[in-house]
Structures are given as structure tokens and as C-alpha cells.
T-cell receptor, first 109, second 115 residues
Framework: RKEVEQDPGPFNVPEGATVAFNCTYS??????FFWYRQDCRKEPKLLMS???SGNEDGRFTAQLNRASQYISLLIRDSKLSDSATYLC??????????FGGGTRLMVKP | DTEVTQTPKHLVMGMTNKKSLKCEQH?????MYWYKQKAKKPPELMFV???????INESVPSRFSPECPNSSLLNLHLHALQPEDSALYLC??????????????FGNGTRLTVT
């Protein structure tokens, strides 16, 4: 099993839709989790940090399921500007080093 | 605007050249990282400096040589690169030393082309 796995997508959704993607991780000792957003040819930007069961910030909600070892990202009321690649990074037993492969989201008008 | 500054933004170099990538942060972060990213792939870790000491080297070829002159600066010296080394090179920093789970803050990256 890969350390961090994400469905590469692309997820093609209409504006206003709700979309969710998961990230599974193999190291059960991971304590912190981070979602980054990366636009084409740009650097990753921190979207959300998750230190307990979940986190919510406006239209974005991250949920952590420790029993099944996955973290999800839910985006409500999708905007065209949400189109990007979303990268998951678990704190791998204290060494936050391995990114998931990323999930590509395309929001269409 | 990013608080991690990388220079240059673009670099084209021949296989016999020697060049350096530079990274600077003034957030008081204690860990700094070099990542390499190829198109349509996630960032791949190269090196980690924690409290100015090299703590992780992910089996990177010796043609890449990192240097951390102080806690705010990180360099990546390049020598005798191959065309397959062409990629986006990302510098990042985190508040705590690598191993404490604080988020990474990335610079804009240097887009390197080796001819």
C-alpha cells in the first residue's frame, strides 16, 4: 500500500455542486493532516490543517477518519476558481514529507 | 504573496554549468526543505534542514548539493545536471523542526531547464 493515496480524477463538476475527495494514509501514527491546493505551474498553497477529527473553513470541510485511515475534503457550492489540484499530506509519524499524488478538480460553468 | 522567496524564477543551464538556487524566509521557521516537482506529479522531497542541520537527504544524486548558511537561508547548488533534472524546484519552510507536524509554506519555485 502506498503511503498516501488519492484518486487522481479529474473530478468534473458544475458550478454550485458539492464535491468530496478522499486521501488514504498508511501510517497510523500520523497526527496532523494538511490539504494543499496547487494551480497549474504554481506552488502548493495551504488550504486546511486538521489536528483532530475535522476542520471547517467556509465552503471547505475536512474530516478525519482515524479508524479507516483516511481524510476527506468536501467543497460546497463549487466555484470556477476552485479548479485546481488538491494535495493531501499526512504528518507521517512526525515527518510531514510525503504528498499524495493529488486529485484534479475541474469546475465547469 | 508568499513569505518564502526563491530566486531565480526561471533558470536555463547547460549540462556543464554550475548554478545555485536560493531561498529565503523571515518567518522564524526552523525547518527548511527542497522539493522537486515534475509535471503532473506531486512534489518529491529532496532535502530537509532542521535547526540548520541536514536531517534528511532522500538519496539525491551528488550533483545536487544543499547548503543552509543560517536559519533564514537555504541554497541548492547544481553541477553537471542532466536534462531529466528539468523540473520545478520548490523551497518550503515550517515553523517547527521537521518532525513536529507544522504546515509547510512554499516559495514560488524555480523552473529549471537543463539543455
Amino acid at each position: 500500500r502506498k503511503e498516501v493515496e488519492q484518486d487522481p480524477g479529474p473530478f468534473n463538476v458544475p458550478e454550485g455542486a458539492t464535491v468530496a475527495f478522499n486521501c488514504t494514509y498508511s501510517n497510523s501514527a500520523s497526527q496532523s493532516f494538511f490539504w494543499y491546493r496547487q494551480d497549474c505551474r504554481k506552488e502548493p498553497k495551504l488550504l486546511m490543517s486538521v489536528y483532530s477529527s475535522g476542520n471547517e473553513d467556509g465552503r471547505f470541510t475536512a474530516q478525519l477518519n482515524r479508524a479507516s485511515q483516511y481524510i476527506s475534503l468536501l467543497i460546497r457550492d463549487s466555484k470556477l476558481s476552485d479548479s485546481a489540484t488538491y494535495l493531501c499530506v499526512p504528518d507521517n509519524a512526525g515527518n510531514m514529507l510525503t504528498f499524495g499524488g493529488g486529485t484534479r478538480l475541474m469546475v465547469k460553468p | 504573496d508568499t513569505e518564502v522567496t526563491q530566486t531565480p524564477k526561471h533558470l536555463v543551464m547547460g549540462m556543464t554549468n554550475k548554478k545555485s538556487l536560493k531561498c529565503e524566509q523571515h518567518m522564524g521557521h526552523r525547518a527548511m526543505y527542497w522539493y522537486k516537482q515534475k509535471a503532473k506529479k506531486p512534489p518529491e522531497l529532496m532535502f530537509v534542514y532542521s535547526y540548520e542541520k541536514l536531517s534528511i537527504n532522500e538519496s539525491v544524486p551528488s550533483r545536487f548539493s544543499p547548503e543552509c548558511p543560517n536559519s533564514s537561508l537555504l541554497n541548492l547548488h547544481l553541477h553537471a545536471l542532466q536534462p531529466e533534472d528539468s523540473a520545478l524546484y520548490l523551497c518550503a519552510s515550517s515553523q517547527e523542526g521537521a518532525g513536529v507536524g507544522s504546515p509547510l509554506h512554499f516559495g514560488n519555485g524555480t523552473r529549471l531547464t537543463v539543455t
